[in-house]
């Protein structure tokens, strides 16, 4: 009985999880897609992914989840270049480029 309410635990838990950070990668894709257009640039596949995942304390102190994202633009069509979206929790807290053609 023990085991199966553990389990049921911890099934909720990685679900109520994996919902948080289904959300927090919606934003990072829509702040993406913003960003590009922003600068005239074709973000390729419409698509980020997950690079990395560390602790990281907000301005007022508090742990929360640092998130990194990487996507593909391009600037001409023709060449791929690599971008990155760092989020702390919900929030955007840096996009970078490689350096590309205009």
């Known amino acids: 009985m023990i085991v199966e ?12 999880y994996w919902q948080a950070a289904q959300k927090v990668k919606e934003i ?4 993406t897609k913003q960003y590009c257009q922003q600068r005239e640039l074709q973000m390729l596949d419409g ?9 990281q304390r907000n301005v007022s ?3 929360e989840w640092r998130r990194t ?22 929030k955007v807290i840096s996009i970078q480029l490689e350096p590309h053609r205009f």
């Open 5 to 16: 309410i553990l389990m049921i635990l911890v099934l909720s838990v990685a679900f109520i």
């Open 28 to 31: 990072a894709l829509a702040a």
């Open 47 to 55: 698509y980020i992914a997950l690079s990395s995942l560390k602790f």
């Open 61 to 63: 102190g508090k742990l």
């Open 69 to 90: 994202y990487r996507f593909e633009f391009s600037a001409t069509g023709l060449e791929r270049y690599n971008g990155e979206i760092m989020m702390l929790a919900r």
